[in-house]
């Protein structure tokens, strides 16, 4: 729930302030899974799961059977998986950027950028990303993680592909990444945060508006 007060101040100025009371700590913080796998009947499987910290998501997991090297490993815009991991659709782009490195600016929220297989076609995952986010218009719940077939270039070379895909070529792996824990309150905190936002961005205007 989101509280509003109104007050007056010393100078015969309306103040408003708004605040959401801390969500209890006891179920933890939200945290996403999603089990890969190769839809073309490949030995390549994990899982990884996304937690949300604050101002980003943890990233951790393991995933088995590529040669050593590193993948293009992204968030595309669908959960749809039954035509492989082909109808999961583009990268999760919301805000039409191009496709870059996980630090740039201009990247799709889906841009992870490469995960590293080694000599024993082992990839450890552990890494924070500030873009995606398990609430909000970066969600990423009910979306599919896919694991390319070939590095991801950041958008920086000359292939037709670069400024898309990062030319990571075709879709090796896929999962949907779904709800892990806590178990309820997913909609409540959402739909809290969007109101914050909201009556923040109403009081701005409101303000200024006032005093124009």
Sequence with gaps: M????????????????????SVPHAEGPLRGVARLASP??????????????????????????????????????????????????????????????PDDENRHVGDLGNVEFDNEQLSNIDFTDSVIALYGSHNIIGRAVVLHEMAD???????????????AGGRVACGVIGILSPVNGWMMNAASK????????????????LFQ
């Design 2 to 21: 989101v509280h509003l007060v109104c007050n007056k101040n010393e100078y015969g100025i309306y103040q408003f302030i708004y605040f959401q009371p």
């Design 194 to 209: 969007f109101v914050t936002a909201t009556i923040a961005s109403f009081l701005v205007s409101a303000n200024v508006a």
């Design 40 to 101: 073309d009947g490949r030995d390549v499987h994990g899982n990884v799961t996304f937690t949300q910290l604050d101002g980003k998501v943890e990233v951790k997991g393991k995933i088995y059977g590529m040669p050593p090297g590193e993948y293009g490993f992204h968030i595309h815009e669908t959960g749809d998986i039954t035509n492989g991991c082909l109808s999961a659709g583009a990268h999760f782009n919301p805000d039409k950027k191009d496709h870059g490195h």
């Design 153 to 167: 270039d950041f958008g920086r070379s000359d292939h037709p592909d670069s400024k898309k895909t990062g030319n």
